[in-house]
């Protein structure tokens, strides 16, 4: 994920054998706050309405999750 700490966007890298992927940014109570469709490779996600702080992110392949990552947001 790049760049981390994120102001405006924040690219999610994977590699994923389907295009069903979603990307869910949640905060830290674990309440989804962004939910964003991705390719089979990358998701480009939104981060400038997010308020400043830690975020979990998720990635979901067909409806399994990967390990999460932290997100800062500036």
């Known amino acids: 994920m790049y760049p981390n700490p994120s102001t405006d ?3 999610v890298a994977y590699k ?3 295009s069903n992927v979603i990307v869910n ?5 674990g309440n989804v706050v962004k939910s964003v469709n ?3 490779t990358y ?3 939104a981060t400038a309405d997010l308020t400043a702080g830690l975020y979990v992110v998720s990635i ?3 409806g ?3 390990s999460p990552q932290k ?3 500036k």
């Not at 940014?25 to 109570?29: A, I, N, P, Q, T």
């Open 25 to 29: 940014v949640s905060d830290l109570k």
């Open 71 to 73: 997100l800062v947001v």
């Open 16 to 18: 994923a054998k389907s």
């Open 60 to 62: 979901l392949v067909d």
């Open 9 to 11: 966007i924040a690219t």
């Open 43 to 45: 998701a480009n996600v």
């Open 64 to 66: 399994f999750p990967s």
């Open 38 to 40: 991705g390719t089979s």
